[in-house]
């Protein structure tokens, strides 16, 4: 884990907020929540956004790590807007990742319950959007959407070129309501159009 093992262990036991930055070429690109798995070479964040609102689950690498904060005054302004449980957002529960890979392990779980992805692929914002068909120990294939819920194409992605995982979002919950109400999405923009 390098040097963010005693900060990310602390997290974990004390469920502590952090902020983890990922982009060199932007320091603001930061994602925060609350460590949910962790082992040596990954980690999975429960989300939360601006004002505690909870906004699913992120598996990354911890080697994309650019820096790690904990008990700053964000952090403690974000855990204190979410314990008031106001602004919460249903995400699916998923269990935590004991072993094995947590973005395969966060996969395989999104697999089994039918939950929408976005899988970034790397730093410059290439990513697929979709239902995972398949994963294997070197690969996992997706069903790919664009954001109104229509169906794209399938592809199929090395696992070890994926940057992070999400599942259970905002914008997961809405495309994956889009799929799912496809037909009546169609009858709503008509009828917005006449």
Known sequence: MGPFDKMLRHGLQHENAVSVHYDKSDYTAVFCGYIDSLNEHECRLRMHRRYGMADGWRAFRLEDVIFLEINGQYEHR???FASLGDHQFPFPQLGQIK???IIQGTLRQAKELG???SIRMD???YQLNGFVQSIS???VTIMDHDPFGLPTG??????DEVFYVICGSMECQRTQHLVEH???FLEFRKQQTQ
């Open 137 to 139: 120990d070197e690969t």
């Open 99 to 101: 072993d094995g890979s």
């Open 78 to 80: 974000l855990a204190y």
């Open 123 to 125: 730093a410059d914002n």
């Open 115 to 117: 939950l929408f992805v």
């Open 182 to 184: 496809q037909q009546e």
């Open 154 to 159: 399938e592809a199929v992605v090395p696992l």
